[in-house]
C-alpha cells in the first residue's frame, strides 16, 4: 500500500510521453479535475483531484499543478491517506523545474522536493524528513505530475492499435521505465453520457501491489482535451477504479455522443 494506491498509482498509469507535438492546446490554467476512486467495484476509497494555475517561478512564466489524493471515510479509518504533489513548468515545452511531494500513507511520510536545471542537466533531490540533498545526472527529465500534462500536450490521435511507446520519468532519487501498449479506440459510458476514447495498457510490474504485467487499463477522451476518464487496475488484493466525476476550466470543448 505504500505506492500511494489512492493517487500515485492513478497518476503513474496515465503520465506517458509521446514525440509530435498537438495542434490544439490541451490544457490551460484554470483547469480541475476530480476523480472517484473505488475499490472492488463497490467501496468508496477517496478521491483524486487535479489543479492547474498560471504563475511565475524565479521569473519564468510557467503552470502550477497541485495534485491530491485523500482516503474516504470508511477507508481512512484503517488506512489513512493524504497526499499531494506539486509541479512547476513551463509551456509549451511542459519542461519541469519544480516538484514537490508530501505525502502521509498510514503513517508512512515523505517530503522531498526535486530541483531541475535543465542547462546542467541536473536534479537536486532535497528530503526534509532525512535531512538528505543529493544532485542526480538527468536527461530530458519530467516529474510525477508534469508528465501527465506532457502526454496531454503531444498528439495522441496518430497511434494506432498495438503501439508501443517508451518513456523514462525521473521520481525521488531515479528514473523509472515505462511501456505504454495502444489498444485503439472505444466508445465508454460515462455519468456525463458516452464518451469515446483511446484506449491504453501501460506495462507495470507485478508483484506486491499488481497483479499482473497487464493489470492496469486507461482510457482518455478522444477529443483535444485527452483527459484520462477511466481507469481499472488488478491489484494483488482487490481491484481499483477510478472515474472522473467533476471537472471545470477546460481548454476544449467535453465531446460527449447524443444517440
Same mark, same amino acid.
Given at each position: 500500500?505504500?505506492?500511494?494506491?489512492?493517487?500515485?498509482?492513478?497518476?503513474?498509469?496515465?503520465?506517458?510521453?509521446?514525440?509530435?507535438?498537438?495542434?490544439?492546446?490541451?490544457?490551460?490554467?484554470?483547469?480541475?479535475?476530480?476523480?472517484?476512486?473505488?475499490?472492488?467495484?463497490?467501496?468508496?476509497?477517496?478521491?483524486?483531484?487535479?489543479?492547474?494555475?498560471?504563475?511565475?517561478?524565479?521569473?519564468?512564466?510557467?503552470?502550477?499543478?497541485?495534485?491530491?489524493? /485523500?482516503?474516504?471515510?470508511? *477507508?481512512?479509518? =484503517?488506512? #489513512?491517506?493524504? @497526499?499531494?504533489?506539486? &509541479?512547476?513548468?513551463?509551456?509549451? +515545452?511542459?519542461?519541469?523545474?519544480?516538484?514537490?511531494?508530501?505525502?502521509?500513507?498510514?503513517?508512512?511520510?515523505?517530503?522531498?522536493?526535486?530541483?531541475?536545471?535543465?542547462? /546542467?542537466?541536473?536534479?537536486? *533531490?532535497?528530503? =526534509?524528513? #532525512?535531512?538528505? @540533498?543529493?544532485?542526480? &545526472?538527468?536527461?530530458?527529465?519530467? +516529474?510525477?505530475?508534469?508528465?501527465?500534462?506532457?502526454?496531454?500536450?503531444?498528439?495522441?490521435?496518430?497511434?494506432?492499435?498495438?503501439?508501443?511507446?517508451?518513456?523514462?520519468?525521473?521520481?525521488?532519487?531515479?528514473?523509472?521505465? =515505462?511501456?505504454?501498449?495502444?489498444?485503439?479506440?472505444?466508445?465508454?459510458?460515462?455519468?456525463?453520457?458516452?464518451?469515446?476514447?483511446?484506449?491504453?495498457?501501460?506495462?507495470?510490474?507485478?508483484?506486491?501491489?499488481?497483479?499482473?504485467?497487464?493489470?492496469?487499463?486507461?482510457?482518455?477522451?478522444?477529443?483535444?482535451?485527452?483527459?484520462?476518464?477511466?481507469?481499472?487496475?488488478?491489484?494483488?488484493?482487490?481491484?481499483?477504479?477510478?472515474?472522473?466525476?467533476?471537472?471545470?476550466?477546460?481548454?476544449?470543448?467535453?465531446?460527449?455522443?447524443?444517440?
Amino acid at each position: 500500500m505504500r505506492k500511494s494506491i489512492f493517487f500515485l498509482l492513478f497518476i503513474t498509469t496515465v503520465s506517458i510521453g509521446f514525440s509530435q507535438n498537438a495542434p490544439t492546446p490541451a490544457f490551460k490554467g484554470g483547469e480541475w479535475l476530480r476523480y472517484r476512486m473505488s475499490y472492488s467495484g463497490f467501496l468508496k476509497a477517496g478521491t483524486a483531484t487535479l489543479s492547474l494555475q498560471e504563475t511565475e517561478l524565479n521569473g519564468k512564466k510557467m503552470l502550477h499543478a497541485i495534485g491530491e489524493g /485523500k482516503t474516504s471515510t470508511v *477507508v481512512g479509518w =484503517f488506512f #489513512k491517506v493524504e @497526499d499531494k504533489y506539486e &509541479s512547476y513548468f513551463t509551456v509549451p +515545452d511542459v519542461a519541469p523545474y519544480l516538484f514537490k511531494r508530501k505525502i502521509d500513507e498510514g503513517g508512512y511520510k515523505k517530503d522531498k522536493q526535486i530541483t531541475f536545471d535543465h542547462t /546542467k542537466k541536473t536534479a537536486r *533531490v532535497q528530503d =526534509f524528513l #532525512k535531512k538528505k @540533498d543529493s544532485v542526480y &545526472s538527468v536527461k530530458g527529465p519530467q +516529474d510525477l505530475i508534469s508528465t501527465f500534462y506532457f502526454l496531454r500536450n503531444h498528439d495522441t490521435k496518430k497511434l494506432k492499435k498495438g503501439d508501443d511507446i517508451n518513456v523514462s520519468m525521473f521520481f525521488d532519487e531515479k528514473s523509472y521505465p =515505462f511501456k505504454l501498449h495502444c489498444l485503439g479506440y472505444e466508445t465508454i459510458k460515462t455519468k456525463f453520457g458516452k464518451i469515446k476514447t483511446q484506449k491504453f495498457r501501460p506495462l507495470v510490474q507485478a508483484g506486491r501491489v499488481f497483479k499482473a504485467q497487464e493489470s492496469v487499463t486507461i482510457w482518455i477522451t478522444a477529443d483535444d482535451n485527452k483527459i484520462p476518464i477511466k481507469m481499472k487496475a488488478s491489484l494483488s488484493v482487490g481491484s481499483l477504479r477510478a472515474e472522473l466525476e467533476a471537472y471545470k476550466g477546460l481548454a476544449n470543448p467535453f465531446e460527449v455522443i447524443y444517440d
